[in-house]
């Protein structure tokens, strides 16, 4: 009898391990389908443009000093250039008459978050109110009446991120070649480093307030001249509707 009363109990157990276990495996199963529908669901933001046309679209990042504000205008003005300057806006609270310059010189004003902090680490809504936020700012400064184009902190992204972009009605951009002049290398591997990578399409990374960057300028943007490149601001460059966005960012046209 006794032995009965344990054979029981134990096939209860082990009903329960069995049941247990069927939980866990699909609570595992779950969060894996998931993680993969998340990847290949995952939005990219524009890193550059598939184009038969030899364009390039030089940006710079605004989020630290303006040392080299006048600098990198005066060698734009002489080269008959625009670009696209990615403002921060503590940036622009600081250096007002900088971001003025800016725009009067007819270059892109765009936007690179109000405070400088990590999207990937907020909500949406934090991320849209800051994107707002320095629209605002950016606007009061210039007049410039729409800001269309949106740069991450630090390019990190999620898909809040893009669709927090885009519930403003603009779109996100990183680069397809960076300069890395945030390191401080010399002025002759920034021009190395941009101009063996630039190609139709691209979108390059500078940050103003760099002393190597503004001796660099005016040598890579003769190269790439040479080589035939035409210098366009990114919203002139991309393209605004009927694209998709292949797996390494690059926008490509709908046929």
């Known amino acids: ?67 080299t504000t006048d600098g990198i205008l005066d060698i734009l003005v002489k080269n008959n250039i625009k670009c696209t300057f990615f ?20 270059h892109e004003i765009a936007n690179h978050s109000m405070h400088h902090t990590d999207p990937v680490t ?45 519930s403003l009605g603009m779109k996100c951009i990183q680069w397809d070649v960076d300069s890395i002049d945030w390191k401080n290398p010399s002025a002759d591997t920034i021009v190395s480093r941009v101009c063996n990578k630039s190609k139709n399409g691209s979108v390059v990374l500078f940050h103003s307030g760099k002393e190597n960057t503004l001796e660099a300028l005016g040598e890579i943007i003769g190269k790439l001249k040479k080589d035939g490149y035409e210098f366009v601001t990114v919203s002139e460059l991309i393209y605004w509707d009927n694209y998709d966005i292949d797996h390494t960012g690059r926008q490509v046209k709908k046929q």
């Open 122 to 166: 907020q909500q949406f809504s934090e991320i849209a109110a800051d994107i707002d936020a320095c629209n605002a700012l950016l606007k009061s400064i210039t007049g410039v009446s729409e800001i269309k184009l949106y740069r991450a902190p630090s390019g990190s992204y999620d898909n809040k991120t893009i669709e927090a972009a885009q």
């Open 87 to 106: 403002i921060v806006g503590e940036f622009a609270e600081k250096y007002p008459e900088s971001v003025r310059k800016i725009y009067n010189a007819g």
């Open 1 to 67: 009898m006794a032995y009965g009363i344990i054979g029981r109990k134990q096939i209860v157990t082990v009903i329960i391990l069995l049941v247990w276990l069927a939980a866990i495996s699909f609570v595992v199963f779950k969060c894996l389908s998931d993680t993969f529908v998340s990847a290949g669901e995952r939005k990219l933001p524009i890193y550059s443009v598939e184009t038969d046309e030899k364009q390039i679209a030089l940006t710079f990042n605004c989020a630290w000093g303006d040392e």
